[in-house]
């Protein structure tokens, strides 16, 4: 009885392997981590990108239920910026699998969060890259074009750490997808001033759906499909913000939200 069992754990464990194998495709998983940001991608040759690391410990379950059963490399994470809704698992990460590079903002902070992610990295052989508008990144054909912040930004003291979130734009074939961590407004306008195309398919929606971003002008900017907000159920600070739910709606723009969907996965060709 107990190798028949063992034979059938076996079999279904092949079978979620199988599953998770690269497939051609590009997978983009925003996780349902309450009122926290985390997005898992995999490349159509199976290389692994996690932006941001959520609230607490949640995601690393949701990484062991996406990365075949075996796996403890991630190639890239990218940490849009240091507030604790978006760092606290990577400590943790860094520990228990092998991180080849991590992109970060120019500035970080002081934080107890922001010291546990520095002593991890210290421990670990990471490569640490600050990001930079005039040096984008790339795996297996996917291209992480870095929009925001720039050097100058960085300097002037001008700009929150929310305004200073790292903001990617992924590339893959003729599909785009913006990833804004929690810009305002006041970086929104200065990404619209700069002139740079960040006309995108899929938009994910900075600060949770707060209100003190999503401005009509940068979603008419980004003109995107569909936007995907990350935000917890009911949560203490009313996100997203029935405002800005209304700017989307007049502007015809459909929304999907993990505290109603749970995690959001999407796959492009």
Do not use: C
């Not at 990108?49 to 890239?76: A, C, E, N, Q, V």
């Not at 929009?147 to 929150?160: E, G, H, M, Y």
């Not at 407004?185 to 994910?204: M, P, Y």
């Amino acid at each position: 009885m107990w190798k028949r069992v063992f034979l059938f754990v076996v079999l279904l464990l092949g079978v979620r392997e199988s599953m998770l194998l690269p497939d051609g495709r590009l997978h983009l998983h925003i996780l349902d981590v309450g009122q926290g940001d985390a997005i898992f991608m995999v490349t159509p040759k199976g290389k692994q990108i996690l932006i941001d690391g959520g609230p607490d410990l949640s995601t690393l379950s949701h990484l062991g239920k996406l990365m075949p059963f075996f796996d403890r490399s991630i190639d890239l994470i990218v940490l849009t910026h240091s507030d604790a809704d978006h760092i606290t698992a990577l400590p943790e990460v860094l520990r228990r699998f092998h991180i080849d590079t991590i992109l970060l903002s120019g500035r970080l902070g002081n934080s107890g969060s922001v010291d546990a992610l520095l002593a991890a990295l210290q421990e670990s052989d990471t490569t640490i890259i600050t990001a930079n508008p005039q040096e984008d990144l790339s795996l297996d054909g996917v291209v992480l074009d870095v929009i925001w912040p720039t050097a100058d930004a960085i300097a002037n003291n001008r700009f929150s750490n929310n305004n200073l979130s790292v903001v990617v734009r992924i590339v893959y074939n003729d599909h785009e997808i913006l990833l804004t961590g929690d810009i305002e407004k006041s970086a929104e306008d200065a990404i619209l001033a700069s002139g740079v195309d960040i006309q995108s398919d899929i938009l994910k929606v900075a600060h949770h759906g707060s209100r003190t971003s999503s401005s009509t002008g940068f979603l008419l900017a980004v003109h995107p499909d569909i936007a995907l907000i990350s935000v917890g159920r009911d949560n203490q600070y009313g996100h997203p913000h029935p405002s800005v739910l209304d700017r989307f709606h007049a502007l015809g723009i459909p929304i999907k939200t993990t505290a109603e969907e749970g995690v959001i996965s999407l796959e492009f060709r």
